[in-house]
């Protein structure tokens, strides 16, 4: 076996990070090898402050020698004390710890950003005065607000000269609401809609440039500072720029500078420009040259210091325009308009391509449906104008799209168009935070091969710094409830490391004194204290998906008090053992209906209350707690006795009379207590008999749960011998499921069941019912982890159905793991790739028990058990008619037969 240089070098999970601000980041990266079995057994790693010095393999920072460790993640830096503002390089190579080196891997870099809060104590600058603008904006339904706190866009310039060039430049910029960084006339990095949104009275973010290579003797800074989040409605006053710009040269020298009152500042052609309202840009009023040196700006005024909250390094992936879609179809609509369908609904926004006389007044609406009549339907935009004005300067082609809103739609109204448009006069952009893409999913089957790109997209549009509902009305908030029903769907289509450590700071730093946290985070909307604790329960959800899907101790250890805090919220509000008081929206949005219908608050409210105890019990125990732990256990099972009393009625949870003829079981109460093993042994058959008896024979193999029930039913149906039943959940075409959306021309996933377009809450672009995905991958390629990290995974993959063939491979911590199957003339082929460092737990599915397992043209299993022995698997039993085997690092080909 040859032990292959390491690759997908990461330092806090990002490929080549910039501005971090931790003073020990660590390390990961994938050690390959070309054969089985391997598995780490130490590394050597090496950061330097040169790439030649890393290079020629002098770790002048940290050379850490051979150390003997099995992993490959995480690693904690623990050479000199590194230095704010400084680019580094780092290398490493892996060992089996049996005397095996692989050789180096590539050279890779990261940027510190500033490491103690003391390097960087911000000055905030913007204008004295700003022009406003009124919006009939809401921010939440059945709210007026928006009427004013809004302000045109800000342009802010500095020129400054340099006496020789530095080796390297670093620009940290962070303009709230949202701002463009621009250098000597041209944008500075593909960033857009950026800084990401928090609570700016906590911390802003910043990003970090690095601009050595467009620097000169004569340079200007320019800065377009937009609206965003920081608008008065959301507690903050106008848009402010923070900004610093760190030189060093040849001989050691540093130089920095930052933004203050000699910046000047003024309006310019962006007017208007708000997230949910659109942009108004009137290219008359362009000012060529104002983001160049030499520009006269006399009539400019000056900045003046402003106050403003401390600052921390964005370190998550940022949002960018991340696709261009061309629209399918053009056509003519009424008084001139024309409407186009970008034949897929998305998040972002339009480039326009015009050519006309100065004045021309160009209007872009966006929806994400149409009427009958073909007219674009607001209706789910509902207050959200959604609407970009652009204003022709005339003279030749002009190009323009927006900088500080975004849109959820499909179709988009053109109308003052000079002449005739055509397909090429708009262009979609695909906007959202730029996680990268971990997994991929196909089958053979397309209507869930349709629903999995509908989650992408959906999933995709929900990410916008922070994890929204919805991108088109006007709300497109961090809702808990949201969030952490799509994060398992969402690790398993994305790298969602650095994301996610992002929002569970947003949401460690919206706790209150007393421990309760909001619905929405950030919490602009402040009413929203405390929150639902089906919502709130993201808050251990996430920490402990992270955990589980990265092996990152770190954010156990930053969360754990505060989780702690936040149970102790709960066990206070609690009465015996039962939450009554919090629960707001509960099982939201089953069939036909926003509220719950069938399933109490005090259900939910009460089973999540259970689930966190135990998530922060489980967090307790990786920690060595152990006394907490014991307590949690405690709290645990009183909850659990308190529930069961209240809930269990004779052997189901909970039916609620519907009508007077008919008392059928409810699905998510029974469901939601046998996935966390609630339910007493002795009552266990029943209740999943009464769950069973729903979903087959009152639904007809329909969902009738809410987000909450949605999330979980599949799974539970899966665990307990129900896997058809919840196949054919995910595949049929009829109301209520994922099936029907797309019959019905869905392109994402809808808020609610229903088919709906009216002025409501009926989003098309929701991500709460994404966890189906999450099943798709679990179950269909049957790929899960059994320990964090993917150290030890399982490869389970059910036939179910009409399928023949479906395949998964992921990107995990420690390299790629895939399972892939296909139905060929008699034989089942399967593929797994186990990475190194990890094992896998296969089950195969056989045909009956005279089923023949062959690998490396070994017969493996024969008559129900082990034949001939073949490299890195151990034959481990059998469960059902199923192979059980344990296969160390490798990949692996296996060829089921029915009999020989
Ligand atoms: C949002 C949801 C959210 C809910 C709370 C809605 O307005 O769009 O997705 O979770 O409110 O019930």
């Known amino acids: 076996m040859t032990l292959l240089p390491p690759v997908d070098l990461r330092c806090e999970s990002l490929p080549e990070p910039v501005g971090l601000d931790t003073p020990k980041p660590r390390f990961s990266w994938a050690p390959e090898s070309s054969g089985r079995g391997a598995a780490p057994g130490g590394y050597v790693l090496l950061v330097s402050s040169a790439a030649e010095l890393c290079q020629s393999e002098v770790g002048d920072c940290w050379d850490s020698g051979l150390v003997a460790a099995d992993r490959s993640s995480h690693v904690e830096y623990e050479g000199e004390p590194l230095r704010s503002c400084a680019r580094y390089f780092w290398r490493v190579r892996w060992s089996d710890g049996q005397g095996g080196l692989s050789p180096w891997s590539e050279v890779a870099s990261f940027v510190t950003g500033f490491l103690r809060e ?30 004013l706190g809004q302000a045109h866009g800000i342009y802010l310039r500095k020129e400054f000269d340099l006496r020789e060039k530095p080796v390297l430049a670093l620009a940290f910029v962070s303009g709230v609401g949202h701002c463009e960084f621009r250098l000597n006339g041209l944008k500075v990095g593909d960033h857009v809609l950026d800084p990401g949104w928090t609570d700016y009275k906590k911390r802003a973010l910043y990003s970090t440039y690095d601009i050595t290579d467009l620097l000169g003797a004569k340079n200007a800074a320019g800065v377009i500072l937009g609206n965003g989040r920081h608008v008065k409605n959301f507690g903050y006053e106008f848009p402010r720029l923070a900004c610093r710009i760190e030189l060093e040269y040849e001989n050691g020298e540093r130089k920095s500078f930052h933004a203050d009152e000699t910046w000047r500042t003024s309006a310019g052609p962006l007017r208007e420009n708000s997230l949910y309202g659109g942009e108004t840009y009137d290219a008359r009023l362009e000012m060529p040259g104002w983001d160049e040196p030499g520009f006269d700006d006399s009539g400019w005024k000056k900045a ?31 008084e001139g308009a024309w409407i186009y369908d970008f034949g897929q609904n998305l998040s972002g926004w339009v480039r326009l391509k015009v050519e006309g006389p100065a004045g021309t007044e160009i209007r872009l609406r966006h929806a994400e449906l149409l009427d009958e009549g073909g007219a674009l339907n607001m209706g789910p935009t509902e207050n959200a104008e959604a609407t970009d004005v652009y204003i022709l300067k005339g003279g030749g082609l002009e190009t323009w799209e927006p900088r500080f809103t975004y849109h959820g739609f499909r179709y988009v109204e053109l109308a003052g168009f000079p002449g005739t448009p055509s397909e090429g006069t708009l262009e979609a952009g695909f906007v959202h935070s730029d996680v990268e893409r971990a997994g991929s999913f196909a089958c053979s089957n397309d209507l869930i091969n349709r629903i999995h790109h ?43 490391s650095g994301f996610y450590a992002k929002f569970l ?25 405390p929150a639902d604790p089906a919502w709130s329960a993201a808050y251990a959800i996430l920490t402990w998906q992270v955990y589980e899907t990265y092996e990152d101790a ?126 007493p042994p002795e009552k266990k058959a029943k209740v999943l008999e009464s769950l069973v008896r729903s979903v087959v024979r009152q639904q007809d193999g329909h969902v009738d749960t809410g987000i909450h029930g949605t999330r979980y039913i599949l799974d539970v149906l899966t665990d307990n011998g129900q896997a058809e039943a919840a196949y054919r959940m995910t595949t049929h075409e009829s109301y209520p499921g994922w099936g029907y959306m797309v019959k019905e021309g869905a392109t994402t996933l809808w808020e609610r069941w229903e088919k709906l377009g009216g002025f409501a809450m009926n989003s098309q672009n929701h991500i709460m019912l994404g966890s189906v995905d999450a099943w798709f991958y679990r179950t269909l390629a049957g790929l899960r982890p059994l320990e964090p990290g993917w150290k030890k995974f399982q490869v389970a993959p059910h036939l179910l159905g009409d399928l023949t063939s479906a395949e998964a491979t992921l990107r995990t911590i420690r390299g790629r793991v895939r399972s892939a199957w296909k139905k060929e003339a008699g034989t089942l082929l399967l593929e797994v790739l186990v990475p190194v460092g990890a094992t896998a737990r296969i089950l195969v599915p056989l045909p009956g028990p005279e089923a023949v397992i062959i690998e490396s043209g070994k017969t493996l299993w024969r008559d129900m058990r082990a034949a001939e022995p073949v490299a890195g698997i151990a034959v481990a039993g059998r469960d059902g008619l199923r192979a059980v085997l344990e296969a160390a690092s490798g990949e692996y080909r296996f060829k089921v037969v029915k009999s020989v």
């Open 304 to 334: 003046v210091v402003v106050h403003g909250g401390p600052v921390a390094a964005q370190t998550m992936p940022p949002v960018r325009v991340c696709a261009r879609l061309k629209p399918v179809s053009l056509r003519a609509a009424p």
């Open 454 to 496: 509908n989650v992408i997209w959906g999933q995709l549009s929900n990410l916008m710094s922070v994890p929204t509902d919805c991108p088109q009305r006007d709300e497109r908030h961090g809702w808990l409830g949201d969030a952490h029903l799509a994060a398992e769907e969402s690790v398993y289509n994305f790298d969602m």
């Open 118 to 147: 003391k390097d960087w104590k911000p000055r905030w600058i913007g204008p004295k005065s700003v022009a406003e603008f009124h919006t009939r904006e809401t921010i939440l339904l059945g709210e007026r607000g928006g009427e």
């Open 505 to 529: 700071e947003d949401i460690r730093l919206a706790q209150k004194e007393d421990g309760s946290l909001p619905d929405v985070v950030p919490p602009y909307i402040p009413r929203l204290y």
């Open 554 to 679: 770190r954010i156990l250890v930053r969360h754990y008090s505060h989780l702690k805090k936040y149970v102790e919220f709960l066990r206070r509000s609690a009465a015996g053992h039962i939450i009554k008081g919090l629960g707001k929206y509960g099982d939201w949005c089953p069939p036909g209906s926003i509220v719950p219908k069938k399933t109490p608050v005090e259900f939910t409210s009460t089973w999540y209350y259970y689930n966190d105890v135990l998530i922060v019990a489980r967090i307790a125990r990786v920690l060595g707690r152990n006394e907490d732990a014991r307590g949690f256990d405690e709290l645990a099972a009183a909850i659990l006795s308190a529930f069961n009393q209240v809930f269990l009625k004779d052997d189901q949870y909970d039916a609620i009379r519907v009508s007077r003829i008919d008392t059928y079981p409810n699905q998510t109460s029974n469901a939601l207590p046998l996935y966390l093993d609630m339910v």
